[in-house]
Structure formats: structure tokens, C-alpha cells
């Protein structure tokens, strides 16, 4: 057992209450990134934030610092400060059964406040315990429910850790995401000829016909235990007599396999290009790869880390592989091996979403051992030297 400091429970529910209370939405996550300032500041941690938000449309950047303790910085520890955009306030209350919720109904926060909650507390723990602890690095996006915007824009290699972890994951404390898939998203924009339906419909292409084909020919749904495909968005034409000359279509594909994933977005253009050459229309279509994928092996050193201090904690570690992005995506792109550990929320994105006080003290409970147990498994630590442990 590593000899952790204990979490306090009482300054964890005030940590989390007053972020979550905060709204904070992409683009829109200043007086979040104000109240994490502060909370950093007044333990002596320097906190730097980037011009991101000036290049995005934003009001904030991302936010990161070194928390200095003995040594090179030994792990960065991430997560992100906006939220997807709430419906009304968040009154968030700890209820009776131990478990976190908003009054209202709309969604909660805990994605990601609770791990921005954790990785506070953890560094209020250890700069009060008066006990040397090994330098870590946290960063701290913006924009990452629009498509990791945030941390696309960051510049990696202001960090120094050999690694990262990132707290982004839904589900009870333990799950650790080692892979994630490839993700491509496109808006296909159909372009016909209006005609009046009942007077002269031979003057008129359909784009809204030349698009029902295209998706009718897709494979769609899962593809294969890789790979997936979705049309997810439709819009057109404006009136029963009248042939519409526009529709525009969007979808995606993912992959935990690069050739599946360029297998799988060239058959979808190619129906949508068949499509249009049968009604005789045009069609424009814009993809954009929003992530690549990523795959840690178990031998991996930041994942050998995350599952000791997982067990350390006396909890079962369970590997998982994920059909979503996270900066993990854009981490593990670059170069830094991330892993996304689960960060105990359940029902993110919902009015439902909640998150239980025992999870919150766990995940704490995690982020100090992350810490401590850092130089064991970075560069010339111990557990690297020891061999795979697999
Ligand atoms: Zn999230």
C-alpha cells in the first residue's frame, strides 16, 4: 500500500458543488477557469493559460501548471472545465443515498467537474501534508465536447511528464481506457433543381431524393466489432409542391482500425456520388478527420501505473476500450501515452447524470496514488526496470 494522504469528503463536496454550480460551456468557461485559478493560486502553484480561446471563438484557454515537488515533472494529469450546454441552472445537491445531482433538470457537470474537483483536492492534500511528493503537471481544456477543440489547440510540449492520465470517462471509479477508435464526421450538401411538383416536375432533380438513396445504399450501424457508421443529421426542402434543390446530410464513421475507417468513409462517399449521378444532381462533400485512435498495450508504462494505483486502492482495475473520443485522442496522437481513466459519473450528457460522493473520494483516492507512484513506472523508475508485470 502506498502511504497516501486520506481525502476529506466534507472539502471534496464543497470543491464539487461549487464547480458544478458554475455554468460553463464551451466557449464559455471563464468564471470556471477563475474559481480553479484561485483555488491553485492560493496553494502557491503558478497556473498558465493559453490564447486558445481568442482562437476559437472563446472566452478562455486552456489552463495548465506544474505543481512543483521533488524532481522532473513525473505525469500530467488532465481533464477538461466546460461542459456540453446545460438547459436551465445547475443546482447541484448531495442527497440523502451519498449520490450528487442537479435540482433542476438538466445535466449535472460531474463530465468533468468531478475530475477537476479530485485533482484539486489531491494538490491541496499534498502541498498541506508537509511531505515531499514527486512533480506533476495539470492541464486543464476548454471546448472538449465540441470535438477535443481545445486541446487540439494546445501547444503538448509545454508539458514535460513521460505520460499522462486523463479522468474523462464515464463509470465507476477503476475503469481504465486504454484504446479509443479513429473518428471521421462529413456534411454532404445535395444540389438539385426546384420545380413546381404538380406543374413541372420534369424540371426538377430532387436533392432531397438524390440524398435518401445515398443513405438507403450505406451500411450503417455497427460494421464490424471496429467500426461504426451513422447518417445522424438530415435537412430539406421547404414545401410538399415544390421539388427540393437542397438537402444536406451529416455523419461519421469510427474505427479502431485505420483501413477499416478509410474502407468505411470511402464506401459512404461512394454511395453519395452514385447517389447524385443517378437523380443527376451535384453533391459537395466536406469530411474532416476529428481524431485518430489509439491503443495502449498493457505493457505500457502509464497503464501498468494507473492499474497499481487502482489496486492499490483495493478496487479490481478493468481495461477498457472505448467508442468515443476524448483528448486521450489528441494526447496519445502527439506523442504523450494517455490514459482516460473513468471518473465516476454515470448518465453524462442527461437530466439523469449523477455522481456518488464514495466515487469522488475514490477518484481522489486514485490521483494521489497516480502521483506517488509516478516515478515508479516513468523513466528509469523501478516497475520499468523490473520488466512487464503483465
Ligand atoms: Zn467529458
Redesign the pocket.
Known sequence: MTEAPQPSRERLTELFLKYTTILSPFRHERAMADAVHADLRALGVDVQEDDTGDRIGGDTGNVWCVVQGEGDPHIALG??ID?VQPTDRIEPYLGEDGVFRNRLRTILGS??KA?VAAIVHATELLRASGRPFPTYEILLTVS??IGLVGSKHFDEKVLKSPFAAEF???GPVGGITVKAPSHNTFTATFRGQAAHAGVEPERGRSALQAAAKAIAAMELGRIDEETSANVGIIKGGVGTNIIPDLCEIQGETRSHDEAKLANATAAMVDAMHAAAAQVGVDVDIAMVHEYSGFALTGRSPVVRLAKAAVSDLGLEPALHASGGG?DANILNARGLPTVNLS?G?IQ?HSPDEHCSLDDLERLCAVCLRLILMAPDYGPGGAETVSGAGE
Do not use: K, L, R
Request: no cysteine; net charge negative; hydrophobic share 40%.
Open positions: 481533464a477538461h461542459t463530465d468533468d475530475a472538449e465536447e474523462d470517462s464515464a476524448s471518473a459519473m453524462v
